[in-house]
């Protein structure tokens, strides 16, 4: 017999103003997006979004954030720092202020570098110790068998704990390696 399916609940009115609130935001990064992309200065955007009513401090941390997601895209586009500096200070960056965000930037991509190459490293040690002692294991537990078969009475040691150390480390390794790559 099939149980009847019980009807879909109404969200709560926190989850509906949390939708709503998460749906203006999107709308509102949307806009400074597009303004953006229209090559205004960030006094127009100011003013746009002060006239939506959005508070100063949220206003320039959403256009500093759009604003880093455009150096960051220049970058991997292999623009030139001089060339960012010059978009950054059309859309009303000063010099310094254009230079500080690239230098920033610059400075996290580095970062982020030499933790993914640390992280990759780690990775690939754990595979290979890993690989080692899982493959250590089985060998050893094959050679025990190989020995005790056909022996009447005798026995053998399985290395199971080895044997699921080393595929639990290979794992971490092949995940700590992939999360490097991505």
């Known amino acids: 017999m099939f149980a009847p399916v019980p009807p879909a609940q109404e969200p709560t009115s926190e989850q509906s ?20 992309d229209q090559n205004k200065n960030v006094e127009d955007i100011f003013r746009v979004l002060k006239e ?15 604003l880093v997601d455009r150096v960051n895209v220049l970058l991997d586009q292999d623009k030139h720092v ?17 230079v500080g965000m690239v230098q920033n930037v ?4 580095a ?6 190459k640390k992280l990759r490293k780690a990775g690939r040690q754990n595979i290979a110790i890993g690989g ?3 493959l250590g ?14 022996k009447p009475g005798a026995t053998f040691v399985v290395f199971s704990g080895l044997i699921i150390f080393g595929a639990i480390q290979f794992f971490r390794g092949m995940g700590q390696v992939n999360q490097a790559n991505h």
């Open 137 to 150: 294991g089985i060998i050893a537990t094959i050679g025990g068998y190989a020995a005790a078969a056909g």
């Open 111 to 116: 970062n982020v570098s030499f933790f993914r």
């Open 52 to 66: 939506r009513g959005l508070p100063q401090d949220e206003a320039v941390r959403l256009v500093m954030d759009l």
């Open 82 to 98: 001089e060339e960012i500096y010059g978009v950054l200070e059309d859309r009303g960056l000063s010099h310094d202020g254009a």
């Open 17 to 36: 103003a949390q939708q709503a609130a998460e749906q203006e935001l999107n709308e509102t990064y949307a806009l400074v997006d597009n303004l953006l």
């Open 106 to 109: 610059l400075a996290v991509r």
């Open 132 to 134: 080692l002692c899982c």
